[in-house]
């Protein structure tokens, strides 16, 4: 008997049919003696619709506070329906809305955080033995204007109703069935993960893996709560992402993951001064432009190159930005390549591995990948390639880190 | 400078381009130096459609509180597209759901009743200068739960707007341009009135017409709210549903209008005692079935006949309930009769004006139509007769009391 927070996704509840799957599912904790709160997110592709919608309405610069208003209402459609569906078969089961629940966020409306869930409502119905049904993606900021969490918003939800409610476990039901040693339609070999440390799922998130939202997994790290990645489709196991244990640091690499996603920005023989960088990147930064890595090569006569990436789309802000900025800074020129992208290895066990990153740089090497950039954090190594080498990088590094094998 | 309540219907915001017409409207009516408060229904056909999903889901029993919860996205999808489009014209403009204002009903859930509504989130914007657009069809009970309050809310939930603000008048857009002598589409010679009683235009939606939901006319009554009937197609002047005064008494008859929706039950040879009608009743309202019209003729010899007129779809539940009943009662048969409508004259000056009756029977027994059952209040006339005569019955009557020509 436990308390369990599911979590639908868009594919899971795409139309009636779907949702009843989901409801014998719920069932079926449900007549196992579990407490159960899902979560839902909207019917695949509605969120898209009204997206558009509000753009057209709009004429592409929606009010926010009304953008939320609208897209919130794909979720309060799911949600009523399968508290139906359940009661027709006999269950005791409401929904509850975000401002319903008391999702309390800050007032940032299409990216909203989080800041305090009541738990009240949800543990009385809890206690009469009704299942809850909660509406994922939103809340309501404190003058009752209802926010969303941005994209993929609903693990967010769940992972918060889970660490709120101290659930036993979060089940975050998806279109795949885990986390894969690599994405299995770039490369068949790639392996499904029993177990994964919350670390290893923030890089690999970060890294263009889009299987969980980067911010359910640091509040899952936070707050401890162990998160389930499995499909509504099937019952295999899926894969557990929790606290890094002694079995996870035999895998010396977890994963392989690529970002097609990258653009790289060039600035060509800049002045080696003091606060170069700061010009460079601070009018970035004030347009919300995300640089990803960023390298300097030895200054040579007084002057450096400096490299870095940013999102494909935001390309050509940054070269209307450093129309002016490179003039600014005395850079001889500025040079964009957008035919790059990012390759990822993932894994607890670098700490403790000696030579892990020349057997990624050999491998590349052997193929004939040439590597551009290069940037490491404590438990991950990302390189820059040619585009077109993309999924053959994945394949070599998959195969040069053993990942087809599970480690005893 | 007014402060005026402007509610459009399905019809009128049916699509993108139509939202736009109406928010030029409310620009207009803004630009005039007006505070605007909008009440908009959902899209045409929208909340038919998440009805049909609601009786899908639920195997035709839905919850009502789920319900409720999924038929209220309808306008909430409006209004806040509504109000993107003002904001994208540069006027400020927000939208509200029924919990955002607190438009405070009882629990009936799908036909709940206004109680209270706050109007300082309201005030507050409008002296800002916001235009306010507040979905209709809504509120919330003091849990919390979303309501709804049933067919034609919207009306309701501006009229009551209306009074709570205590507004200069309500404004209500619809797909006709007013209130006509009778249905245009029955007779083409039907003129649309200037002005009528709150006291007809309740007859008047009780007898069948649908211009306006009876109790939008009833709230408007009590708290004397000037209506406006208009079309949000064209700019042609409206009727003004307001309180009696001499002009309208010249009228004789303001209106004529039929109901094809009715049934006529005949309970044969009962016996004439104390408390059979009860017994007859009660069941019925037991049921929530509504009974209209009811006569019953002289005793002869101890028994009568007892007739009453029911809503057809009611029909099959009568007929199983009078099954057991009429046998407990003694009666010698039921005959039930679905080939009938109800036909109705409506007018304040019925109350000055003898001979109006009898008027009305000779008209409708100069074309040979046979009436089945009468029935009277203070300012309505109606008539049983064949269903085939309704539209002959219409324009007799319209003829009959010269309603083609404005009275001076």
Redesign the interface.
Known sequence: MALIVQKYGGTSVAD?GR?RNVAKRVAKTRDAGNDVVVVLSAMAGETDR?IR??H????N???L???D??I??GE??T???L???L??MGYRA??L?G??VRIMTDNAHSMARIMNIDTGVVTNALSEGTIVIVAGFQGVDEN???TTLGRGGSDTSAVAIAAALKADWCDIYTDVDGVYTTDPNVYKKARKLKKISYEEMLELASAGAKVLQHRAVELASNFRVPVYVKSSFNDDEGTLVTVEDSDMEKEVVSGVTCDKNQAKVMVVHVPDKPGIAAKLFTPLSDRGIIVDMIIQNASYEGFADLTFTVSKKDVPQVREIFDTVARETQASRVEFDENISKISIVGIGMKSHAGVASRMFSALARDGINIMMISTSEIKISCVIEEKYTELAVRVLHDAFKLEKERK
Chains 1, 2 share one sequence.
């Open positions: 009636l949702i009204l919608l509000a057209e309405a709009s004429l610069t929606p009010s506070r009304e953008y208003a609208l919130s209402t309060q459609v949600v009523s329906i508290a139906m569906v009661n027709a409401m929904s809305l401002f319903q009752s204007n209802i």
